[in-house]
């Protein structure tokens, strides 16, 4: 594959000449070992990210033989893909826009002028674009009643509750449970375990149909240190745990 020799991989998608022009000086001198190549309309770019995926597609938002947004919904539909994107002309539209914005897939960008501009939008997605172990955080969707923890659980995954509303709960050995606190949208799931290192202390199931980031172990620190939000986030779920809030 292309990402093996190290090198950083790009492709721009735009049938505006100025636009692609500067795209690639800036990216040449920022990244001066880049490889960089372009498509002009949606069905150039959906075969060059088929047959040649870069880290990262700098793409208008409307390209020429696509609807709207019809490129970046292209890529977003590949669970496979890998590829981080930057979309020029829009804002998010759609759920699956939205969730791979707070996943450093996607970002957006009204319009890019200067080398620092694009700079900070690549900024934004370079941790999910240049990282080989990026799909290590993604969106997983429970349906009310489901299960997302069972009680004994050597799983180490932690999550965040985007959407909906769990139960922690644990089991007498009548075999009857009892409830031992909710988890809102906004809160770590699962976090004590792995900072503990043992089994799970309690089961986890959904009261409604609930969405959550799913952040592997092996990166999940790095990814804490990586996004303050999400650092802000677990200290304040991890207090007022410690503090007996549920």
């Known amino acids: 594959m292309l990402k093996n020799d190290g090198k950083k991989f790009f492709l721009i998608a735009t049938s505006n000449e100025f636009e692609k022009k500067s795209f690639t000086e800036w990216l040449e001198v920022r990244y001066p070992d880049s490889v960089i190549y372009t498509a002009i309309d949606y069905m150039e770019c959906l075969v060059k990210l088929k047959n040649a995926p870069p880290h990262i597609l700098i793409t208008d938002f409307e390209l020429a033989k696509g609807r709207p947004g019809h490129i970046v919904d292209s890529v977003l539909a590949d669970k496979n893909s890998k590829v981080a994107i930057v979309a020029i002309g829009s804002e998010p539209k759609n759920q699956d826009q939205f969730d791979a914005v ?38 997983k969707k429970l349906q009310k009643g489901e299960i997302l923890i069972n009680e004994g659980d050597l799983t180490k995954q932690v999550y965040i509750l985007k959407k909906g509303l769990l139960r922690a709960y644990k089991k007498h050995k009548s075999g009857e449970t009892y409830s ?52 802000k986030t677990l200290i304040s779920t991890m207090t007022r745990r410690l503090k007996g809030g549920k």
């Open 102 to 139: 707070a996943l450093g897939k996607l970002t957006f960008a009204r319009e890019i002028t200067t080398l620092d501009g694009l700079h900070d939008v690549i900024a934004k997605v370079s941790d999910y674009g240049f990282r080989s172990d990026a799909s290590a955080y993604v969106i």
């Open 180 to 231: 031992i606190g909710e988890v809102k949208p906004g809160e770590f799931v699962g976090e004590m375990a792995y900072f503990n290192e043992e089994a799970r202390n309690a089961s986890v199931d959904a009261l409604e149909d609930s969405e959550l980031i799913e952040i592997q172990p092996t990166i999940f620190e790095r990814v804490i240190l990586q996004k303050p939000s999400w650092a």
